[in-house]
Each structure stands twice: as C-alpha cells, then as structure tokens.
C-alpha cells in the first residue's frame, strides 16, 4: 500500500509523513453504495482517499438528501477535518460512488501532524479551502440554477469524477441526490434525450455530449 499511498500523496508529502501514515493508517477496502459515515455519529478518524470516488451529503429529519460534493482520490473530506478535531458528532453522509480504497487516519495523528510537518498543515488547509468552494458551489447552483441546469451540470460531474460516459443511477437516486421528485428528473432526462444530449437506458444514463 505504500506505493499507492507515493502514487497518490508523494507530490504532498514527504517520506517521512508517508512511513508514518502507512505504520498507522487502517486501510480500507468499501464497495460501491457502502455508507461509511452516517450523520449524528462520532468520527474518530479521518478518511485519505487512495483510490474512487466518495459521494457527500447533509440529511434532513425526514431522510431527504443534499449532494454536498464529490471526493476523489488524493482528497479528504473537510467536514470530517472539522468533527475529528472538535469531538462533534457528523453532519455529514459519505458513501462510495464507486469501489474505493481508504485509508483511516487517527485523530490524536492529525493533531501531531499538524506541529511536525508542513506538508501536512498545508494539505489540511487547503481541504478546507477546496471542499468550502465545492458548497458554496452547489449552494450557487440551488439558488440561481434552474432545475434542468443542475441536472445536467451533476451528469457531467458524474462523468469527471468517474472517468466513465456511462452513469449506474436510478432517476430516483439523481432525484434523491439533488434533492427533488423522481418524476421531475425523469421528465428532465428525457427533455435531454430528446435534445441528444443523453441516451437513457435501463438504469444507466450515456452521456453523448460532454
């Protein structure tokens, strides 16, 4: 794993940093749909994404979800930053989009790390600041996108993230992800098929345009 870990962290960390995350992570293997972090627990340590992709969101009392943003390897997770070092519990949902590879680093590590290495310090701020820009992203395409508009822009971040035209979701899980009705998003993906932006297939949508 430590080749995997230079692969994706050597261009931010030194060797001693990547020896030490190695000697202490917990490596993780989830599939794909594997919920790893629910909102309201306890998070005791924090994810290095080593390879996938990671779906965030916030959820409402009746069950209802926000995407937040998508991580991908050589990514963490801002909010979980925020609940390991504060002992808060998580306001945050993560799930695999795809097969991904973790690694789980301790709390009490994070806090070391920060005073002994720069790279380290360095990568925390700027998760912070990359993963504020993604919510004030979709906070900006709640407020002044139409509903087509950020349809379409979640298909083509689907795309990015996953390096794949061919996207696995149900209109009921686009529906749930951007926070709308099921037969609001069917009717949408078809105005696009109509337009040749998509083609619609059982359970699986194909970009044609990108």
Same mark, same amino acid.
């Given at each position: 794993m430590?080749?995997?870990?230079?692969?994706?962290?050597?261009h931010?960390?030194?060797?001693?940093?990547?020896?030490?995350?190695?000697?202490?992570?917990?490596?993780?293997?989830?599939p794909?749909?594997?919920?790893?972090?629910?909102?309201?627990?306890?998070?005791?340590?924090?994810?290095?994404?080593?390879?996938?992709?990671?779906?965030?969101?916030?959820?409402?009392?009746?069950?209802n979800?926000?995407?937040?943003?998508?991580?991908?390897?050589?990514?963490?997770?801002?909010?979980?930053?925020?609940?390991?070092?504060?002992?808060?519990?998580?306001?945050?949902?993560?799930?695999?989009?795809?097969?991904?590879?973790?690694?789980? =680093?301790?709390?009490? %590590? #994070?806090? @070391?790390?920060?005073?002994k *290495?720069?790279?380290?310090?360095?990568? /925390?701020? !700027?998760?912070?600041?990359?993963?504020?820009?993604?919510?004030?992203?979709?906070?900006?395409? =709640?407020?002044?996108? %139409? #509903?087509? @508009?950020?349809?379409?822009? *979640?298909?083509h971040?689907?795309?990015? /993230?996953? !390096?794949?035209?061919?996207i696995?979701?149900?209109?009921?899980?686009?529906?749930?992800?951007?926070?709308?009705?099921?037969?609001?998003?069917s009717?949408?993906?078809?105005?696009?098929?109509?337009?040749?932006?998509?083609?619609?297939?059982?359970?699986?949508?194909?970009?044609?345009?990108?």
């Amino acid at each position: 794993m430590i080749e995997e870990l230079r692969e994706n962290y050597g261009h931010l960390f030194e060797n001693e940093l990547l020896k030490e995350i190695n000697n202490v992570g917990v490596f993780k293997e989830v599939p794909e749909g594997y919920t790893f972090i629910e909102v309201g627990e306890y998070i005791k340590s924090m994810p290095l994404l080593v390879n996938g992709v990671i779906r965030i969101l916030r959820e409402d009392a009746e069950g209802n979800e926000l995407l937040l943003y998508f991580l991908e390897k050589g990514h963490t997770c801002a909010m979980t930053l925020s609940c390991c070092i504060g002992n808060t519990k998580s306001e945050i949902k993560a799930i695999a989009e795809t097969d991904s590879k973790l690694i789980m =680093i301790p709390v009490e %590590k #994070m806090e @070391e790390w920060t005073s002994k *290495y720069k790279t380290w310090r360095n990568f /925390v701020f !700027n998760s912070y600041h990359n993963r504020l820009m993604e919510m004030l992203d979709t906070i900006d395409n =709640i407020a002044f996108l %139409k #509903m087509d @508009e950020r349809l379409l822009r *979640y298909l083509h971040d689907k795309v990015k /993230v996953t !390096n794949d035209r061919e996207i696995h979701s149900t209109h009921q899980e686009i529906a749930y992800d951007l926070h709308t009705s099921r037969v609001v998003i069917s009717r949408l993906l078809k105005a696009l098929e109509n337009q040749k932006v998509i083609e619609l297939q059982r359970n699986r949508i194909i970009m044609l345009e990108y």
